[in-house]
C-alpha cells in the first residue's frame, strides 16, 4: 500500500469515528427515540449520519420522524460542547434532512 492509499484509508477511518460519535452524541443530547424490533426487543433510534464533507466540516443527517430542525438547534449549544467546535448551525436541506456545520474553535498560539 503507497503513502496515498495509506493517508485515504486513515481519513476514512477518522471520519467513521466521527460519525460514531456525532451519532452517540445524537442519543446523549435527547435526539433518540424509543423503539421495538421484533427480533431485538426494545432498541434505541437515534438520527442517522448519512454523509461528511469537509472544508467547512458538513455532516448530513437523517431526521427521525417527528423531528424538525429546530430540535437540533435547541441541542446544538451542547452538540458543539461535546465536539469542542465553537459553533454548530443547522441547515434544513429537505424533508426529513437536515445538515449540522462545524465552526472550528480559532486556536491562539502563544501565552
Request: charge should be positive; hydrophobic fraction near 40%; glycine fraction near 8%.
Amino acid at each position: 500500500m503507497n503513502t496515498r492509499d495509506q493517508r485515504e484509508r486513515m481519513r476514512q477511518m477518522a471520519t467513521q469515528q466521527l460519525v460514531q460519535r456525532v451519532e452517540k452524541i445524537l442519543v446523549g443530547v435527547g435526539l433518540a427515540q424509543a423503539g421495538y424490533s421484533v427480533a431485538g426487543g426494545r432498541t434505541t433510534i437515534s438520527p442517522e449520519v448519512i454523509s461528511v464533507a469537509e472544508r467547512p466540516m458538513r455532516l448530513t443527517i437523517h431526521t427521525l420522524p417527528g423531528q424538525i430542525p429546530d430540535d437540533f438547534v435547541k441541542a446544538a449549544p451542547r452538540i458543539a460542547d461535546n465536539l469542542d467546535v465553537a459553533e454548530v448551525h443547522v441547515d434544513r436541506l429537505g424533508p426529513s434532512l437536515i445538515q449540522l456545520r462545524l465552526v472550528p474553535k480559532i486556536r491562539r498560539s502563544g501565552g
